[in-house]
């Protein structure tokens, strides 16, 4: 199969960002506040938006490299070997003292889920080696790290040439740090709730719309790109799949519309068939299965 950049070479993406044990419970409904419920299931998996999403772009085809930090407890050699074992660079990430970055994500029966993170480790992640970052195609960072490490990480990659593209997840963060973040962006990937916080404009806004694919507004018009239909087990990650897979397909440079287009379709197949797999960090399919989930979707769109 062609990789996800034309040309026979892969696409080399740089992801700076968090990453994460999660411990998840499935339960039969999502509890109201005040009201406790009980789980049908606990397990743990290694996650974080960060891993996830680097994850995601590997196993589409990329060659990647993780810009990240963690702990010094038994978490983190866990959480490196699963980056290792998807074949991901680890020459940028850091273990800093105390506790690695924890998820609790809670799942209900109908595959909706609530999620509680507590940083640790990647609340104090800063950029300790640029040279990593300025050797890629496209840097693809969120909002899980400290705002000014993004920052610090896109203005590397803008002045190396890169594409930066910027997850807006999780909402809420503030300050100037931000709105500099958002003039470096070249891309911007929020859900709806995350683009209705989000206040800049982006050349290239893509809005995640779940089930119903994605929706682009930018330099190439405004469309909505839909996504296969599959009957989701667990939405846990397919976002952050979403995120990884259109990072490996987005075109370097310039590109041109007919290739993120192809980007945009790839990657909302992918969070598709992320649905089919309980946990986040381990629901990235591959790039075969994402070309045909594509392939098949578009053609029963035209």
């Not at 199969?1 to 999660?22: E, I, Q």
């Amino acid at each position: 199969m062609t990789p996800p950049n034309v040309g026979g070479m892969a696409a080399r993406v740089c992801v700076v960002g968090s990453v994460n044990l999660d411990l998840i419970f499935d339960v039969n409904a999502l509890p109201r506040p005040g009201e406790t419920v009980l789980a049908s299931s606990a397990r743990s998996a290694p996650g974080g938006k960060g891993g996830n999403q680097a994850v995601a772009a590997a196993r589409a085809g990329a060659g990647v490299q993780f810009v990240g930090a963690v702990g010094d407890d038994p978490a983190a050699d866990q959480l490196r070997a699963h980056l290792l074992t998807n074949g991901i660079g680890l020459d940028g990430t850091v273990g800093v003292p105390g506790p690695s970055g924890t998820a609790i994500i809670v799942v209900d029966s109908s595959a909706e889920n609530t999620i509680v993170v507590a940083p640790g480790a990647n609340g104090h992640l800063t950029l300790a080696d640029p040279a990593v970052i300025r050797d890629c195609d496209v840097l693809l960072t969120q909002l899980e790290i400290p705002v000014t490490t993004a920052v610090a990480a896109a203005s590397e990659a803008r002045s190396a040439g890169a594409v930066v593209m910027v997850n807006a997840s999780p909402a809420g963060r503030v300050g100037d740090a931000l709105a500099e973040l958002a003039a470096i962006a070249d891309v911007v990937v929020a859900n709806e709730s995350e683009a209705g916080e989000w206040r800049w404009r982006s050349p290239h806004f893509v809005v995640t719309l779940g089930a119903r694919g994605a929706f682009y507004a930018g330099a190439d018009g405004e469309f909505h790109v839909p996504a296969p239909a599959v009957a989701a087990v667990d939405t846990t990650g397919a976002g952050d799949v979403f995120a990884g897979v259109l990072a490996a397909n987005w075109p370097p440079g310039p590109g041109s519309p007919a290739r993120r287009l192809r980007a945009l379709q790839r990657a909302c197949a992918a969070g598709a068939l992320a649905t089919l797999v309980p946990g986040a960090g381990d629901c990235a399919p591959y790039a075969d299965a994402i070309e045909h989930a594509a392939e098949r979707t578009a053609g029963g769109s035209t």
